[in-house]
């Protein structure tokens, strides 16, 4: 979903200390300054985002890419040797690289290099994988890294907390940071927890420990539809619902709703749809959606 994707690059950027402590917190760092990469061409994406820094000593570039699911076409290894090598030519400096998994059902196959085996002519390119499910969550709530807070829901649990407690606590770490828009804060949190948690249950929660009423659904609803018109409003809603569907259940769950979606061209409907897809918890949640709107 492409507002999870600006949600983690913006955090970065507003907080570039916390993620490269993340990151490269064992050496000797100094934050100098985020660069904002050219615009991507057709041949050419653009990294997501690039610090420059003084490490050890040296200058180097900490080089990472947010990452909701998992990269098949072109897989995740030759992505990422064909984003180290172009920053690499044009900064001429060293590159950390690391690439951060968001869901958790994402990343465990990443070998974290690009290889290829073949005699005089042997390329390694290697980067780090960054899961938040791996990472110890109560250990970034009580490190009080403001940049990290958000993306709390999605790291690994206590022993013992059950799903909804720990979301809980994490609402109420981020209720008491000390930040400019507190309730686009917890926005945010909200947003990124939706990729495993329910939304009418995160809604419930918010509103009692903040006692904020965020309409998070209308939100993402109204940005997709933003987006689309800047690419053509029917197709682009229809991408919106698959990424949002891609998201909130398995790739083969989603894919199976593609052909349908393609022969919407009604705004409304793919509207409702996309709010549909954002609830879903199951595929049968979203095909009785698609059956009311369409009668």
């Known amino acids: 979903m492409a507002v999870v994707d600006t949600i983690s690059k913006d955090y970065v950027q507003e ?3 916390d993620f490269a402590n993340l990151c490269i917190g064992d050496k000797d760092f100094t934050v100098l300054e985020i660069i904002t990469p050219e615009q991507p061409t057709i041949e050419m994406h653009q990294a997501d985002v690039l610090i420059k820094m003084e490490v050890d000593g040296k200058e180097a570039l900490l080089h990472i890419e947010f990452q909701t699911t998992d990269s098949y076409d072109p897989p ?3 992505r990422m040797g064909g984003y180290i090598m172009r920053i690499a030519e044009k900064y001429g400096l060293l590159v950390y690289s690391y690439v951060i998994y968001i869901r958790p059902d994402a990343g465990k196959n990443d070998p974290g290099r690009f290889t290829q085996d073949l005699a005089d002519h042997r390329i390694l390119i290697e980067y780090k994988v960054v899961r938040l499910i791996d990472m110890d969550g109560q250990a970034v709530l009580d490190s009080n890294a403001v940049g990290l807070l958000p993306f709390t829901p999605l790291m690994e649990r206590p022993a013992g907390v059950d799903a909804e407690a720990w979301f809980r606590r994490c609402v109420q770490a981020a ?4 930040v400019p ?3 686009e804060y917890i926005g945010s949190m909200a947003i990124l927890g939706n990729l495993v948690y329910d939304m009418e249950m995160i809604l419930a929660i918010v509103k009692e420990e903040t006692m904020y009423e965020l309409d998070i659904i209308r939100h993402l609803t109204e940005k997709a539809a933003a987006e689309a018109r800047q690419q053509g409003l029917q197709q682009g809603l229809q991408q919106s ?5 891609t998201l909130r259940l398995r790739s083969d769950d989603a894919l199976r709703f593609k052909p349908a979606l393609e022969q919407i061209d009604d705004p409304q409907q793919l509207q409702a749809l996309h709010r549909a897809a954002i ?3 199951t595929p049968e949640d979203f095909q009785q959606v698609l059956e009311e709107t369409e009668a």
């Open 241 to 245: 619902i698959f990424e949002a569907l």
């Open 279 to 281: 609830l879903a918890n």
């Open 175 to 178: 209720a008491r940071a000390d």
């Open 181 to 183: 828009e507190p309730s």
């Open 15 to 17: 907080h570039p200390d």
């Open 76 to 78: 995740m290894p030759v």
